[in-house]
């Protein structure tokens, strides 16, 4: 209560600055008011614009839910400005008045300000802080030790999108995250892990929620049997995608039992779903996707902290790439337009909400909760694996784990943070930059068809783009996505990272080499021998699945004896990728054409199909090489001697560890040795800031 009094009185007294500061500002009559009066006035309207954003606030934000996500966060200062407004009015004789845009402007600082002395009288005051954390998980414990006994341990799994086994271990030696170097020196276990030929999202995601991520070719794909192109990022999709790993291993996913899905492609299971991807175009109360957006914004607090850490992410992406073009830094993509305000949507507003609602779950004391935070590789796309840029990322996702591993010691039930990735990103210039054409251009020229002589750029695929277009509710379908007559001279060409795909509508089925070799002689030659390319997968009448490489190399996956001994053209994509390209091959929408770029295998370095110079979707490099940090406390991933292998062997590793935590005889994990950042009171600092219960 004393702490409300506090707020309050800081409040009028930046009430009372400000209009001594603004001259559109008004808190006395038109004759004057003495500074008692005047303070009065200040005092009134500072506790109603309290009440009005702790009463009306959250009933906006409610009744907005509809609108786009996005737009709401930047509705966010209009509609605290209009409170202020409707509070001034509240002011007896009309001693309060301000213009809507000095409004506005009073309304963010005070709430900036209201918050910010909110979070110093916390950390003054730790112990009452604790005591209140404790008191809500005593009393959560307590209401579910009633209905079904002692509850053990939760599992909350983290996946930090886009971050390699090998960027992690270098962040941690750089001193970029100290929350996950405390973990590996005192109570986790790193281990590497290998993704399929399609290291992506959307068949890593889909594998390790739903156990199968079978007849996933890569992030997008034609399908000559519904004339569809599906993409991973599509709600459609996505939602398609689910329902066929559901009914291809007849079970409901990894968080069916009490479990929540937070950020993802895909909902895993569970029935506590926000920001999810396979269920944005359901309808519906039980199936808003953007239900998390309504969780965090109804703290005015959230929201204006995260609008304006929103902004000044779009200002530093503006400065970042500016400056990279001044330098003429290479490689370099295009970073205009709509770009600045995608980037900063994955790396402000869905970081805050995905970390918010993964808090609110460990207080429900929910089973398992899984999600995915997509900052990171969203920047890498663009700035690179391991730019500066996307360093800076890391830090930020390191304090938010921080915060989530501080918030877990004070559930009502005891948590095991389980981190990972669910692939890597590969550096190197486009396809593009380097040749002057794209893949499509140079299959065009392979069939003999008219090449225009500007090449186009081709669309980029980042998970955080689609979730920026859902929370916008615009479309996901690009033009190249839309369904395909059949034209027997235009072939189908997408591109996923650097991952080519070529399919021809015309032909029912999978197009055989031979076939191809009638109609288009030049075709595979012309595809094969090209320095961008490194190898391509076809399927012939005579030998089977070939891998064909540069001056006739070819390799017969089919043969029993063929394995690494035979994979020379693929000696240069790592181990194991003759049996990601033989699995791959037998799905039954695999393209006519498979084509992986170029590869260098010192530098790990690929050429995208994309516009983007941090690449993911094929074989090479750090891309393949996700990781996984879990506790010591759960079973080693695989024997010493083994090798975890494809997204659904992880799903198997995980379920192993959530049937062990139910099987656990205790009900709390113990407690972790103190972060080094942790002062003495306890208190963690996270953004300059300590952690606040945002239950209440």
Known sequence: MWRAVVVWGVSTLTMLVLAGILPDFRLQSQAGDSITRTSIT????????????????????????????????????FLNGSLLGLALRLIPDGRGQADVQTAIVVAAVMSAVASATSTALAVRDDNAYRRRLYRLADRRRRRAAAIAGPSAPGTVFLQLDGVGHDVLLHAVEKGLMPTIAHWLEHTHRLTPWRTDWSSQTGASQLGILHGSNHDIPAFR????????????????????????????????????????????????????????????????????SRAGYFAYFSDPANAVRTAMSFIAEVGREIGQSTCARLKKARPRVKRGGFYPFIRAFATVVER????????????????????????????????????????????????????????????????????????????????????????????????????????????????????????????????????????????????????GLISFPDVPGRMTREQIDRRYPALL????????????????????????????????????????RGAGVLADFGPGAADA??????????????????????SGEVLAFEEQIGSHGGLGGAQGRPFLLAPRA???????????????????????????????????????????????????????????????
């Open 352 to 499: 805050d909400v995905v970390v918010s609602a993964v808090i609110g779950d460990m207080f429900a004391g929910r089973r398992a909760v899984y999600a995915d935070l997509v900052a990171y590789d969203e920047v890498a796309h663009h700035s690179g694996p391991c730019s500066r840029d996307a360093e800076q990322v890391l830090q930020r996702l390191d304090r938010s784990l921080a915060l989530i591993a501080k918030v877990a010691e004070h559930a009502p039930r005891g948590y095991r943070i389980v981190l990972l990735s669910d692939h890597g990103q590969s550096p190197g210039e486009t396809f593009r930059a380097r040749y002057g054409l794209t893949l499509g251009y140079l299959v065009r020229a392979g069939c003999g068809l008219p090449v225009p002589r500007r090449a186009r750029r081709t669309h980029s695929g980042a998970e955080a783009r689609a979730a920026v277009r859902t929370a916008l509710h615009r479309p996901v379908e690009e033009d190249t996505e839309r369904p395909r007559p059949a034209r027997h001279s235009e072939p189908v060409v997408l591109a996923s990272g650097n991952l």
């Open 221 to 288: 794909w034609y399908e000559k049997d519904t004339r569809q192109v599906m993409v991973c990022n599509r709600p459609a999709s996505a939602a398609e995608l689910q329902r066929r790993a559901a009914l291809r291993t007849g079970d409901a996913g990894l968080l069916a039992v009490d479990g929540a899905s937070r950020g993802n492609l895909f909902g895993g299971g569970a029935d506590q779903l926000a920001l999810v991807l396979s269920v944005a175009a359901r309808r519906g109360r039980g199936h808003r």
């Open 525 to 564: 030659p012309t595809l094969a021998n090209h320095p961008g390319v490194g190898f391509l997968l076809v399927r012939s009448e005579e030998h089977g699945a070939l891998v064909l490489g540069a001056h006739g190399a070819e390799v017969r996956l089919d043969e029993p004896d063929t394995g690494e």
């Open 42 to 77: 200040a005092a009134i309207g500072a506790g109603a614009f309290g009440l009005l954003s702790a009463l009306v606030w959250p009933l906006l934000v409610r009744a907005l839910l509809l609108v786009p996500a996005l737009v709401l966060g930047l509705l966010v200062f």
């Open 634 to 696: 759960l079973s080693v991933p695989v024997p010493d001697d083994g090798e975890l292998v494809g997204a659904e062997q992880v799903h198997q590793v995980l379920r192993r560890w959530l049937r062990e935590a139910d099987e656990s005889p205790v009900s709390r994990v113990p407690r972790e040795a103190p972060h080094p950042a942790v002062t003495a009171e306890g208190i963690l600092p996270v953004n300059g800031r300590a952690i606040r219960d945002k239950t209440r």
């Open 581 to 602: 390209v033989r699995r791959t091959d037998s799905f039954p929408h695999v393209a006519d054409i498979m084509v992986n770029s170029w590869c260098d295998p010192t």
